[in-house]
């Protein structure tokens, strides 16, 4: 069964390993390599690899994981996925993530079918085989030059350990083709005011004892690295001093490409490969960025959600891809976003913070799950809706539109979802046919409506200006829809249904024109198509609506 040597190895492969800390941002340096692969001609791949034993990403908690990604074909992953697909513009399937429950669950079934017959089941070389054989096919099935791998994690973390094995078996095995570019964090002490490049030092030397000799250090840090610093490193790692880049804190991500573009880090992946630039085109890109950076022309955009907190910090993070979806479209028409994150459990608490939505130039009611801050939700949509103020609501957003023009223009005062109140007399929302059973049989995971469906657009609405199309394609992730037996209701109170799905669900909803002129929401979430040059088209026009009430 060990076919584990791929003997048609065409792709290059790029590992990219973690040291010191994680959250350093190792999913946009590797996009970001991605990226300068791609503007030199080449196609490029990416691979998450996410260590833990959850089969998925879809049953964590976003305030402690952030944001689920959701691929096309339906996978509910890591946000990294989604740092991929937006930088390199390319779509990738949920097998591009690597978990070790993906792979534990496939080696424990491979053995209850007999297939490793008559051998004891190892870590190595089982497991390992397993990992590659798994990365292999990924690769082989996206056809690209490059496929990159990002290892999750920290050097020297336990469960981690036999990616890294299996990354280091497929260097030996194909010598030339693997490269490895280690991540580390290089603090600034701050009362030294120096920069230190200890733990860089510690996380390669763990990394060379497992058998890896990394070819690019990354040192990732508030600032630069210095020539002192480069030269020190590169004395106690073996690195050459010319394969050591500096990713520091930017305020706009998507420089860091143009930054390792300068510093020659392109070239020189290239060089070690035996490669050449086949083409090299950064232009577009470096402008998105200018504008980012250094348009004087501000968008004020408020977000309201719930899942802003951890412990005794505030991070946007389960929300990255709206954030993102939002400088793309503002970027495209000139202008630099200023967010506003207004936690909805807060607005309970203090109704008059809702006079915060008088200085944004829109609202956004993002998605979520459960009970906790949903009222907080209802009260920023009526007061956005009252006082005429762009909204956009995405999934729970768009249902939790529909729960209080129910309540507060239909007069059905006890609308909700089933969700939250499973015994309202006016289910509003109600829960999939095909869900119902699911969770009866506590079925969660990867079970919810996911990934990529049509959506059959009505004519003459706000969603058909939008979108200048009779069907779309849109990701998904719900388990719960707009109730059928109150669509005639509600439309007839001035709730137009502007997208559907083939078999009847509603997945677009807007109030007529004469009631609010930009209030409209999506079942779907258009957070996952957006790309920094092609801003999905309802961020693209909320912006503008926003900025010129056009
Ligand atoms: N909780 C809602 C549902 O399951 C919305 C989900 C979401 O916002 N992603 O339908």
Redesign the pocket.
């Known amino acids: 069964m060990t076919c584990y040597v791929d003997m048609f190895i065409m792709t290059r492969y790029i590992f990219v390993t973690g040291g010191v800390v994680s959250g350093l941002g190792k999913g946009v340096i590797t996009a970001s390599i991605g990226k300068l692969l791609q503007s030199r001609g080449y196609s490029v791949t990416a691979i998450k690899i996410d260590p833990y034993l959850n089969y998925d990403a879809g049953t964590l908690r976003p305030t402690e994981h952030g944001e689920v990604w959701v691929t096309e074909d339906g996978g509910e992953i890591d946000q990294d996925l989604g740092h991929y697909e937006r930088f390199m513009d390319i779509t990738l399937s949920k097998d591009h993530n690597i978990t070790s429950g993906k792979i534990y669950a496939s080696v424990i079934e491979k053995e209850r079918r007999g297939r490793y017959l008559g051998k004891t089941v190892q870590p190595i070389p089982h497991v390992t085989d397993e990992i590659k054989n798994w990365i292999y096919r990924v690769s082989r099935k996206s056809g690209a030059d490059f496929t990159l791998v990002e290892i999750g994690g920290v050097v020297g973390d336990y469960e981690n350990i036999l990616f890294l094995e299996a990354a280091r078996q497929m260097r030996m095995e194909h010598p030339g083709k693997v490269l490895f570019v280690h991540v580390a964090y290089v603090p600034i002490l701050k009362s030294l005011g120096e920069m230190k490049t200890k733990p860089v030092q510690h996380s390669v030397k763990e990394l060379r004892a497992i058998g890896i000799q990394p070819d690019f250090i990354v040192a990732r840090g508030e600032g630069e690295l210095d020539d002192v610093r480069r030269a020190k490193i590169s004395l106690f790692t073996n690195v050459d001093e010319r394969d050591i880049f500096s990713a520091p804190d930017l305020e706009v991500v998507y420089e860091l490409p143009l930054i390792f573009d300068k510093m020659g880090f392109g070239d020189r992946i290239l060089e070690k490969f035996g490669l050449k630039s086949v083409a090299k085109d950064l232009s577009e890109w470096s402008k998105f960025v200018d504008v980012l950076k250094n348009s004087n022309k501000i968008v004020r955009v408020g977000i309201v959600g719930k899942y802003f907190r951890t412990g005794i910090y505030n991070l946007p993070d389960a929300y990255i891809s709206v954030i993102e979806s939002v400088k793309h479209a503002a970027a495209f028409h000139g202008y630099k976003p200023s967010f506003m994150y207004i936690n909805s459990m807060d607005i309970e608490k203090d109704p008059s913070l809702l006079r915060m939505l008088d200085s944004v130039d829109c609202v956004i009611i993002p998605?979520?799950?459960g009970a906790r801050g949903v009222e907080g939700k209802i009260m920023a949509i009526r007061y956005a809706r009252e006082r005429r103020i762009p909204l956009l609501g995405?999934?729970?957003?768009f249902?939790l539109m529909v729960v209080e023009f129910a309540r507060n223009v239909v007069g059905l005062v006890d609308a909700h979802t089933t969700?939250v109140d499973k015994n309202t007399k006016n289910p509003v929302i109600t829960i999939l046919p095909e869900q119902e059973k699911l969770l009866v049989e506590s079925r969660y995971g990867g079970t919810?409506r996911l990934g990529a469906h049509k959506v059959i657009i009505k004519r003459g609405t706000l969603a058909y200006e939008i979108y200048r199309a009779e069907a779309i394609y849109e990701r998904f992730?719900?388990?719960?829809?707009v109730n059928p037996e109150y669509v005639d209701l509600l439309e007839s109170h001035g709730f137009i249904f502007s997208g559907m799905s083939e078999d009847g669900i509603k997945q677009m909803g807007e109030l007529r024109r004469d009631l609010h002129p930009f209030f409209i929401g999506s079942q779907f979430?258009p957070e996952f198509t957006s790309r920094p040059l092609k801003p999905n088209p309802l961020f693209s026009a909320l912006i503008k609506y926003s900025v010129s009430g056009k």
């Open positions: 998605g979520g799950f995405l999934c729970y957003g249902q969700e919810m992730r719900h388990r719960y829809e979430h």
